[in-house]
């Protein structure tokens, strides 16, 4: 595929997005800001970027609420997410960027949806978080079969790994009573990388003489993904353990000084077996001589 062909999308695109945002960026600026409700953000983006995309997908919600179910699109993102990695793994790189972009994208709309429509439940969270699981090893599974011969499959592992291990431990804490949101590389950085790396590889790719230039840049987008999913996985595992560590020491000392003073008993002075006889029985049961 031709260079320019393979762009001429991706820069059309690119083109509304950086439109969007300047029109969203003057709202605010002139003091008449969107109102976007049940926003949700993570450290990198902030609430400012994830505040414009929701504003950016709110026309695409009003259409689908009260019309599509949000464990529906949450299936379509997990389809979204197989057909990302069954791409990457045949070389169809600039397809993989446009199936996670639109996968990304579904992730975000499913719980927009459920939070507007007031379909909260602990099924669909589990749902949801289970899928979005699910489809992240799906593509890294496609990026393994792609780099297979490579020693970059290690990067792919890796990053497989530490974007496991980001969202377990967040599992596992919040089952202990523990909210995690923090970290550099979450699952919206995670698809971000991705697809940046993937199209500039796909750039590369599309001539034979950069073959190799493709799968260092390939290659190199895992590693990073690897070392800083990792990071954040350890980060949020030594800050999880430090809460509980101060739990269990206040527990212990609560439990120290909640224990009542033990009195001392009196001694019990074991009765004789024949009492003495008291000074007047003694008298009067003599016998005179």
């Known amino acids: 595929m031709d260079r320019f062909t393979l762009l001429a999308p991706a820069l ?36 400012f970027f994830a505040r414009f995309i929701c504003w950016l997908l709110n026309p695409v919600e009003r259409v689908l609420v009260g019309r599509v179910s949000p464990n529906a699109i949450t299936a379509l993102s997990l389809v979204g997410c197989i057909a990302t990695g ?3 793994a045949l070389g ?12 990304g994208i579904l992730d975000i709309l499913d719980g927009r949806l459920a939070r507007i429509t007031n379909k909260q439940t602990q099924s669909g969270a589990l749902f949801d978080s289970v899928s979005d699981r699910w489809g992240e090893l799906v593509v890294f ?12 499959l290690l990067a792919v592992l890796a990053a497989a790994a530490g974007s496991m291990m980001v969202s377990y431990t967040r599992a596992r804490a919040e089952g202990l009573g523990i909210e995690l949101h923090g970290g550099i590389m979450q699952r919206a950085e995670r698809i971000f990388i991705i697809c940046v790396g993937t199209m500039i590889a796909a750039w590369y790719g599309a001539n034979p003489d950069t073959h190799t230039t493709m799968l260092h840049v390939l290659g190199g987008t895992m590693l990073l993904v690897g070392i800083a999913s990792s ?16 739990r269990d020491a206040e527990a212990a000392g609560v439990k120290v000084e909640a224990q009542p003073a033990v009195k001392p008993q009196p001694a019990i002075v074991p009765e004789p077996m024949f009492a003495p006889v008291p000074k007047a029985l003694r008298e009067s049961a003599e016998l005179p001589l």
């Open 92 to 103: 169809h790189l600039g397809w993989a960027v446009w199936l996670f972009v639109a996968s």
């Open 231 to 246: 990071a954040t996985a350890v980060n949020r595992w030594i800050v999880a353990y430090r809460v509980l560590a101060r």
């Open 12 to 47: 059309l695109i690119l083109a509304g997005f950086v439109s969007a945002f300047l029109v969203y960026c003057g709202l605010c600026a002139i003091g008449r800001p969107p109102i976007i409700a049940g926003v949700k953000h993570n450290q990198v983006f902030g609430f």
């Open 86 to 88: 069954i791409a990457a």
């Open 141 to 152: 599974a496609g990026y393994a079969w792609y780099l297979r011969e490579t020693v970059w």
